[in-house]
């Protein structure tokens, strides 16, 4: 065990962990090393990408071991952990204001523990640290599995410190743990990028890329299935589509391995990157039973230009034949994407691109953004002509677009049936709806049979009524319970 403080040092293990029970009071604790850990609340907020949120379910997972629960009153917890995203300007600062707040926590509660994980602990934490001294600990996007112990070190009174070393072992092995009890888990199967976009900082705190083992996967899904109750996958990576190459394997050989495991209903993945989508797979998503009728395939820019700019190793017309692939091998597939409005320099006729590629793709729904420079980035070298104000112009020209255009698939969806997955409700003008996603990522609402029904987590069939760019109502046709039935709908 490391004592010295040394920013960025790395320690060894953490000694055992020893559950013991107070005969007078039943509280139970736990002992490390000379620390004893009575029962402690943990508040973390998370910023970013499905990885981070994966990451911070991690992060709960393994706290439980030092004897903590999740609290969603900050006010009430005994260690504040952020977990950032260093990808968008917005997320970036939502999370340096949200830090700054927590200096009133401590002021309160000097025994509050602050730490801050994930991109931007990777790319800052050191200065971080030195920054904001009411922060205990930072670590970095390859170190949360050592969680309980950077906390255990800050609880053994080390100064504050700063962690942000890479995992330099060959394979990259992982357990996945969930703590939410939904149906619903992420696996993550690969991490880092091995591309390099000019725009993105990703493989600054990511890393290289590294895959789990094949069989590691499908035995860590079965069990989620088997022991934990999951029925949908979501599988996980920065760019899933490389996923196992240094091992021989692929992306299109673990799904055929996971549509085989009795009691999983449904396989997702993301995130994709168009250059390595392989034939194989895109045979797959024709005969896989399990694998969503969805893909996110994000194509960023519908200019060659641009696109060379932004180093993404493909062409609009490969793209485009992607996409017809994709929908010979699997008709009804429903495709969805990123843009990224005003990339560096970009031109009118550039932008007009863009467009053109919408109406051209008919995705189903796109994610859209303007362009912020990300230091450390090639693209943040570069000069720029253009200004926000072009592009929030052209990031509403491109939402205002394919508004109309999804719009209109949506339309055509009114009188058709689905199964969908029951994920939550809201109020809508005093009445309670349900909602849940279908098989092909569209969000549903609708009314339930009474106001007290419960629906949390059922599998329905549901007749979609009525449709916007945006929404898609329906009304109930029959509840099949918590598990899918083989008669459901499956669309
Ligand atoms: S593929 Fe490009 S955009 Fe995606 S994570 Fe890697 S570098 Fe970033």
Not at 48 to 75: A, I, P, W
Not at 241 to 265: F, H, M, Q, V
Not at 323 to 351: C, M, Q, W, Y
Not at 409 to 435: E, M, N, S, Y
Request: aromatic letters at 8%; glycine letters at 6%; charged letters at 25%.
């Amino acid at each position: 065990m490391t004592t010295s403080s040394g920013l960025g040092s790395r320690s060894s293990e953490l000694p055992k962990e020893q559950w013991v029970i107070d005969p007078e009071t039943g509280e139970k604790s736990v002992k490390v090393g000379d620390i004893n850990f009575p029962p402690r609340k943990v508040w973390m907020k998370t910023f970013g990408c499905q990885m981070n949120y994966h990451d911070t379910e991690r992060v709960l997972s393994h706290l439980e071991g030092l004897n903590f629960t999740k609290t969603e009153d900050q006010g009430d917890a005994d260690l504040v952990l952020f977990n950032t995203c260093a990808i968008r300007d917005l997320s970036n600062q939502k999370f340096y204001s949200k830090l700054g707040d927590t200096q009133h926590l401590k002021k309160k509660n000097p025994n509050v523990k602050v730490g801050v994980g994930g991109c931007v602990a990777q790319t800052e934490g050191k200065e971080l640290i030195n920054k904001y001294k009411h922060l205990d600990f930072s670590f970095g996007t390859d170190v949360i599995d050592t969680i309980n112990e950077l906390v255990y070190r800050s609880y053994a009174g080390e100064d504050p410190f700063a962690i942000n070393t890479w995992d330099r072992s060959q394979n990259f092995s992982i357990e996945t743990k969930v703590t939410h009890g939904s149906p619903q888990a992420f696996v993550n199967i690969i991490k880092g990028c091995n591309k390099c976009c000019s725009y993105c900082i990703v493989p600054f705190t990511r890393g290289k890329e590294k895959s789990r083992l094949l069989q590691e996967v499908v035995d860590d899904c079965r069990k989620l299935v088997e022991y934990q109750g999951i029925q949908e996958i979501t599988l996980l990576g920065q760019n899933v589509n490389s996923y196992g190459k240094e091992n021989g394997e692929s992306l299109a050989k673990l799904i055929t391995e996971l549509d085989k495991i009795n009691g999983l209903e449904l396989i997702r993945y993301t995130t994709s990157h168009p250059y390595d989508v392989s034939d194989e797979l895109i045979e797959v998503h024709g005969s896989a039973k399990k694998l969503s009728r969805h893909l996110h395939l994000p194509v960023q820019s519908g200019s060659n230009s641009c696109l060379e700019r932004m180093l993404r190793e493909y062409t609009v017309e490969h793209y485009l034949g992607l996409l017809e692939k994709l929908r010979k091998a699997k008709p009804d597939i429903v495709l969805s994407t990123d843009i990224i409005a005003g990339f560096v320099n970009e031109t009118e006729e550039e932008h007009q691109a863009t467009l053109d590629l919408l109406t051209e793709a008919q995705y189903d729904f796109i994610y859209s953004y303007a362009y912020s420079q990300r230091a450390k980035t090639r693209a943040s070298r570069w000069e720029d002509s253009l200004t926000d104000d072009v592009r929030g112009m052209r990031l509403r020209e491109i939402q205002a677009h394919q508004t109309v255009i999804q719009e209109n698939i949506r339309q055509t969806l009114v009188g058709k049936k689905f199964t969908v997955l029951v994920d939550g409700h809201g109020f809508k003008g005093g009445d309670k709806k349900w909602k849940g996603r279908t098989n092909c990522m569209r969000i549903v609402h609708f009314l339930p049979e009474n106001i007290e029904q419960d629906l949390q987590w059922h599998w329905v069939d549901v007749e979609l009524t009525s449709a916007t760019a945006f929404s898609c109502q329906a009304k109930l046709l029959k509840v099949h319970g918590r598990r899918m039935p083989s008669e459901a709908i499956r669309f």
